[in-house]
């Protein structure tokens, strides 16, 4: 902004004169090429109550930035990119958000975060691995519905028709979440052939909806849990998994607070056409 202006900020912002031989301001076009966004966006910023120009021409309606605006447009998009909304960010600012309820909200959007990238990588490694860790279960509703497994590919084919009956019924998916099955009887983890005539229940995260059936609704509270991200033969999985968990456990003296989780997350590709071979798949028993 090249053009000297001499004027007064209007009433709500500073009472400060100014002219841009001593302080530089930027119009909305120089912001969005520095910041790298649309000058709609701006205006959102503006309609949100997030950031204000710093000065309106009461002529024509020419707004104008100074080096805050700027800074505060990308602390804005940062968060953005952190997966805050806009009302989020806009609540921050203004002081009204619920400190404990936000940072528990961050706190569960950061474990999804390193949960996908401990699943990444472990599709983009070696052709087998197993790696035990410490994760953070979500807290999620789920309709859950019995399992019959008979082998890994007949498992996927009942669970899409198991799908598509929820969504039809009206059901919304819960998209952070995987499907993952629940099986409370320890002892069957350790029958060669229980995999393949399991008593466990599938589970799939959905939006809690009042006004739907709540018979095979079931609401999951978030916990630490001891997991086993293993990416190799399907068969082994299925079969394997949950014992080396156990024996795992058993090693570090950890005590089961819960029943153990099959998260199928299938590393993370979804279908009934994964190689065999090339599974990845989380086991998961709360401490």
Known sequence: ?????????????NQKKFTTENERLY?????????????????????????????????????YY????????????????????VT??????RHELEPEAFLEELHERLAIAQRCVDEFEARFGERESKEFSYIALPDVTCYCFPCDIRSPK??????????????NAGYEPFPTTPM????????????????????SMICSAIYPNENL???????????????????????????????????????????????????CILGPFFGTDIDPQDYVFRWAIPI
């Open 154 to 167: 007949d498992q996927i084919e009942y669970n899409y028709k198991k799908l598509q009956e929820i969504y």
């Open 180 to 199: 993952f099955s629940i099986t409370p009887d320890f002892e069957t983890i350790y029958d060669e052939e229980s995999y393949r005539s399991d008593h």
């Open 213 to 263: 059936p709540m018979e095979n609704v079931v609401h999951f509270k978030s916990k630490t849990a001891f997991s086993l991200l293993y990416h190799g033969n399907s068969d082994e999985i299925m079969s394997t998994g949950g014992k080396l968990l156990l024996d795992e456990m058993k090693k570090r003296k950890l005590t089961p607070a819960g029943p153990l989780y099959g998260i």
């Open 27 to 63: 119009t909305s076009n120089e912001v969005a090429k520095i910041c790298k966004i649309g000058r709609t966006t701006l205006l959102r910023m503006e309609e949100c109550g997030y950031d204000k120009a710093r000065y309106i021409d009461s002529k024509n309606g020419y707004r």
């Open 1 to 13: 902004m090249e053009k000297k202006i001499e004027t007064h900020i209007p009433a709500g912002q």
């Open 66 to 85: 100074d080096l805050i605006n700027i800074h505060k447009i990308m602390m804005y998009e940062m968060l953005q990119k952190m997966g805050l909304s």
């Open 88 to 93: 989020e960010i806009s609540a921050y600012y």
